[in-house]
């Protein structure tokens, strides 16, 4: 069965950054994209961006620019998103969701929670 | 981005009640997804294109619309039907979602 594990919390320093993963399985894992979601209490779920796990290339939401970069290891069917620059406002739950163009997230991993407190 | 509204923010239903769920974009667009989300777990997919019920969706669910206007029903809640409700859509970049709505029973 298709599976998407991430990994555990992560409790960072403002200024820094997080690198999390997102390990696929049960599937062809270059014939879905990997999406990354942002869940606050305050801001709802929001779209950070995909990447493509084929050609490794990349599409962000404008507002995540800058903030995260989607890197993927096709060896080891595993995506990761890195958040860098870290301010009190990246603290949430971040989930990987699989994907593909004009298709819903039908896959979720089970979320990563993200702290940054000094 | 095309801002997905939904109403209501919460709402309160007994148990054999109607309950429905209503989404309007900003912008058209060509369908809406929903999922469903309960407290520590991931959100999951729940009615998808509109009006088509993911595996293992109870058949009291449904959803319909088109253009800016779109809606989950469920024509006799149950208990298990607690959760928060979020539309999606994926037609214009970047998808966005709805806020969510809480539904709560009595």
């Known amino acids: 069965q298709v599976q998407l594990q991430q990994s555990g919390a992560e409790l960072a320093k403002p200024g820094s950054s997080v690198k999390i993963s997102c390990k696929a399985s049960g599937y062809t894992f270059t014939s879905y994209y990997i999406s990354w979601i942002k869940q606050t209490t305050g801001q709802g779920l929001e779209y950070i961006g995909y990447?493509?796990?084929?050609?490794?290339?990349?599409n962000y939401n404008e507002k995540f620019k800058g903030k995260a970069t989607l890197t993927v290891d096709k060896s080891s069917s595993t995506a990761f998103m890195q958040l860098s620059s870290l301010t009190p406002d990246d603290s949430a739950v971040y989930y990987c969701?699989?994907?593909?163009?004009?298709?819903?997230?039908?896959?979720w991993g089970q979320g990563t929670l993200v702290t940054v407190s000094s | 981005e095309t801002v997905l509204t939904q109403s209501p923010t919460t709402t309160a239903a007994s148990p054999g009640e109607k309950v429905t769920i209503t989404c309007r974009a900003s912008?058209?667009?060509?369908?809406m997804h929903w999922y469903q989300q309960k407290s520590g777990a991931s959100p999951k997919l729940w009615i998808y294109d509109t009006s088509k019920l993911a595996s293992g969706v109870p058949n009291r669910f449904s959803g319909s619309g088109s253009g800016t206007s779109y809606s989950l029903i469920i024509s006799s809640i149950e208990s298990e039907d607690a959760a928060t409700y979020y539309c999606q859509q994926k037609s214009s970049d970047p998808p966005t979602f709805g806020a969510g709505t809480k539904l709560e029973l009595k």
């Open positions: 912008s058209s667009v060509s369908y």
């Open positions: 969701a699989r994907d593909r163009m004009y298709t819903p997230f039908a896959y």
């Open positions: 990447i493509n796990t084929g050609s490794g290339g990349t």
